[in-house]
């Protein structure tokens, strides 16, 4: 299971950081990722990092602004969100896939959290 926090109600430039708690013993066997979706738009990659959190992986649109973490000793994963514009507006979900590679691929992520909102206004 899945749980994300840390969404909220932002202005432009600023900053925002996402949690993902995950339940069970076997986190660390499970590469992560965030997807967001904003409304009336399909979802979209945000970033994934590997199994043992050495390798990290971004979506175009963030890429130099957000970064990825885990903590496999706490079964967390965290987004660190800066430079936030209003595009960046969405749900964002966690998500967990037993597979490695394919980072942005998400079909092969087979647990999702239950997503929070983030707004950024202008």
């Known amino acids: 299971q899945l749980q994300a926090s840390g969404g909220g109600l932002v202005q432009a430039g600023d900053s925002l950081r996402l949690s993902c708690a995950a339940s069970?013993?076997?986190?660390?066997?499970?590469?992560m990722a965030w997807f967001r979706q904003a409304s009336g738009k399909e979802r979209e990659f945000v970033a994934a990092?590997?199994?043992?959190?050495?390798?990290?992986y971004y979506g175009g649109s963030v890429k130099g602004r957000f970064t990825i973490s885990r903590d496999n000793a706490k079964n967390t994963v965290v987004l660190d969100m800066n430079s936030l514009k209003p595009e960046d507006t969405a749900g964002y979900y966690c998500?967990?896939?037993?597979?490695?590679?394919?980072?942005?691929?998400?079909?092969?992520?087979?647990?999702w959290g239950q997503g929070t909102q983030v707004t950024v206004s202008s």
């Open positions: 998500a967990a896939s037993p597979y490695s590679g394919n980072y942005d691929y998400a079909p092969l992520y087979n647990y």
């Open positions: 990092i590997n199994k043992s959190g050495g390798v990290t």
């Open positions: 069970g013993r076997t986190f660390s066997s499970y590469q």
